[in-house]
């Protein structure tokens, strides 16, 4: 399964409705550390395609959804769980670590 790039348009959708768990990738083009977790992210979303969908969300096109799940630091991943965020984690993880925070 593809990552699915997450907008304020297509978040109710994509994430809160979704049927699966969501892993949402909080991330920048200009910042290093997202640029080293995007090839690990889009690694979990092979992997797990099917029982996870993973999702991006640009912090500097979508200011909104960031302040609103108070990503202060990138890359911030959230876990979202029947529309409810479960877990929060900031700065670079492996695949381990990833794996690790899964339901």
């Known amino acids: 399964m593809a990552v ?4 304020a348009d297509n978040f109710e959708e994509e994430v809160i409705k979704s049927k699966i768990p969501v892993l949402v ?14 090839p690990v ?15 991006k969300i640009n912090v ?3 200011g909104s959804l960031a ?19 479960v877990k929060k984690e900031m700065g670079f993880h492996s695949m381990e670590e990833i794996k690790a925070m899964l339901p």
Not at 25 to 38: E, I, L, N, R
Not at 68 to 79: A, D, E, F, N, Q
């Open 60 to 62: 500097d096109e979508e």
């Open 67 to 85: 302040q609103k799940y108070s990503v202060m630091s990138i890359p911030t991943l959230i876990l979202f769980q029947n529309g409810e965020v």
């Open 25 to 38: 990738d909080f991330w920048a083009t200009w910042c290093g550390p997202c640029q080293m977790q995007g």
């Open 4 to 7: 699915v790039k997450v907008t």
């Open 41 to 55: 992210v889009d690694e979990v979303a092979e992997e797990f395609a099917g029982k996870l969908k993973v999702g």
